[in-house]
């Protein structure tokens, strides 16, 4: 079968010594950053970015999607024991898993947690082995008005599933989009630079990035206080009962169903596929009364659904070129940094980076089991380190690992900038991460455009010529019409104001 022959291919790239070190230090770093509570794997990710200039394309993906898995699966660790959730993916699991170590069940609650992402995880990469081949042939028929069509469609549909205000997300796409532009345009014009050479290159991803999630994130965090009850976990102690087993099978198995389909689906996919998976197991609960109050089941499916939707994730962006969140957009800024470009050509043009990343993460999943099971002891002493020693620490590295980059201050500067900015759009409700995925999207978008118009001798009619182009236009449309299903509501039970 074909799938298994470039299965065994991808094995033969990520068994490499030298790969196979980069996902086992990617599930290490993952974990102590899923354990920490305030950094985050976007914030980690984007700190991680600098350094993988010096490897190839395949390492450097590798490290990096180590670094996002695992820390889906370290989050769970201080959400069962501290009842904070590393993130925002496992705010779910501090409900059942904080009150199952109450009751001196914290053990049972990791293990469950370690084994159904182990499972989700292994099943979900299955599934994106075979959704991967099968989305980049559908892409191979697209030009370029249907590209620019699918990355309109993409921007839609991140601020429709945004979860917040779809006005706000696509605000933020839009100014990503436009900063974006700033630098030597196709046509060889300065544009936006106001002689500063710097960014005759354009704005980088990484001082973008590392600011808005790195150094907002501190800003953010510096302030919280930390609960003071935290709960042990002993080796002894991880082994469940067999009835937690049997009630725990039925929650993992639909977790990653839940968490792969939703995974796919551009947006928060794995925070989303939490929230529904908990409320999937509470609905089918003979006794719902249980939830919130320890119930394994709510600690099994969500772990495993946010785990499956994390790694389903990267089925758009590694077959369409669409990130569908920031930690994506940050990836496939990896891979272009590389010289590799996501999108339907990666599988002929870089199999050994596309299999080579699949295969890696078969192995990354049995590294995170062993990690997350023997060693998690280890890695609660982390949460001793006292934050005004730790949150220092990373500022200066991001700094440090900005001007690694380029050795540029200009750089520097823009990540202070977008550290603050990243806050202030905090504190206003604005989510970050589609200015992140503009950013990122632009020179494609534009390229993508200019060559439609170019077909079209200046014709923007040429969208609605296009059968496939003229769907996802619609598709976007319609996305847009749902948003304002709401809006009309409220007016319409509001009724006319009085009159006086």
Not at 412 to 421: E, P, R, T, Y
Request: overall charge positive; aromatic content about 8%.
């Amino acid at each position: 079968m074909q799938p298994l022959s470039d299965l065994a291919f991808g094995l033969s790239v990520a068994l490499q010594p030298g790969n196979a070190l980069y996902a086992v230090l990617g599930c290490v770093i993952g974990t102590v950053v899923g354990v920490l509570p305030g950094i985050g794997p976007i914030a980690a990710v984007s700190l991680l970015l600098p350094g993988t200039f010096g490897l190839d394309a395949t390492r450097g993906v590798i490290l990096l999607g180590g670094v996002y898995y695992g820390a889906m699966y370290g989050g769970s660790t201080t959400s069962i024991l501290l009842r904070i959730p590393g993130e925002a993916a496992s705010v779910v699991t501090c409900l059942d898993g904080y009150a199952m170590a109450q009751k001196g069940r914290a053990g049972p609650a990791l293990m469950i947690a370690a084994v159904g992402s182990f499972v989700a995880g292994t099943l979900a990469v299955v599934g994106l082995m075979f959704l991967t081949p099968a989305l980049a042939r559908l892409a191979l028929r697209f030009g370029p008005p249907e590209y620019a069509a699918l990355l309109i469609l993409g921007f839609v549909a991140i601020g429709y599933m945004s979860g917040g205000s779809m006005l706000k997300a696509l605000l933020m796409a839009a100014l990503g989009l436009i900063l974006g532009t700033i630098g030597i345009d196709l046509s060889g014009h300065q544009r936006f630079t106001y002689g500063v050479a710097e960014l005759g290159d354009g704005i980088g991803v990484v001082p973008v990035a590392v600011g808005l999630f790195g150094l907002a994130e501190i800003l953010a965090t510096a302030g919280r206080k930390l609960p003071p009850k935290a709960f042990a976990a002993r080796l002894r102690d991880l082994p469940p009962s067999a009835e937690e087993w049997r009630a725990s099978a039925g929650p993992i198995a639909r977790g990653t169903v839940v968490g792969f389909l939703i995974g796919a689906v551009p947006g928060p996919a794995h925070i989303i596929a939490s929230f529904a998976s908990y409320a999937l197991e509470r609905r089918l609960s003979r006794h719902p009364e249980r939830f919130g109050q320890g119930a394994i089941e709510g600690v099994a499916g969500p772990e495993a659904a946010n785990n499956a939707a994390a790694e389903a994730a990267f089925a758009p962006m590694l077959a369409l070129g669409v990130p569908s969140n920031a930690i994506m957009a940050i990836m496939m800024a990896a891979m272009m940094i590389h010289g590799v470009t996501p999108g339907p050509m990666l599988l002929r043009e870089h199999p050994g980076v596309f299999w080579g990343f699949i295969a890696s993460m078969y192995v990354g999943n049995l590294v995170l089991l062993i990690l997350n099971l023997p060693l998690v002891g280890l890695f609660a002493t982390l949460l001793r380190i006292p934050y005004r020693i730790l949150y220092p620490l990373i500022v200066a590295f991001c700094v440090l690992g900005v001007y690694a980059v380029n050795g540029s201050v200009v750089e520097v500067w823009i990540m202070a900038v977008m550290g603050l900015a990243g806050w202030a759009l905090r504190k206003l409700d604005y989510e970050p991460a589609p200015l992140v995925i503009g950013l990122v999207l632009a020179p494609i978008f534009e390229m993508s455009l200019r060559q439609s118009l170019i077909l079209s001798g200046g014709s923007y009619v040429i969208f609605l010529q296009r059968p496939l182009a003229a769907s996802l236009l619609g598709l976007a449309g319609g996305l847009l019409l749902l948003a304002l299903v709401p809006l009309v509501r409220r007016l319409g039970t509001a009724g006319p104001s009085p009159v006086a």
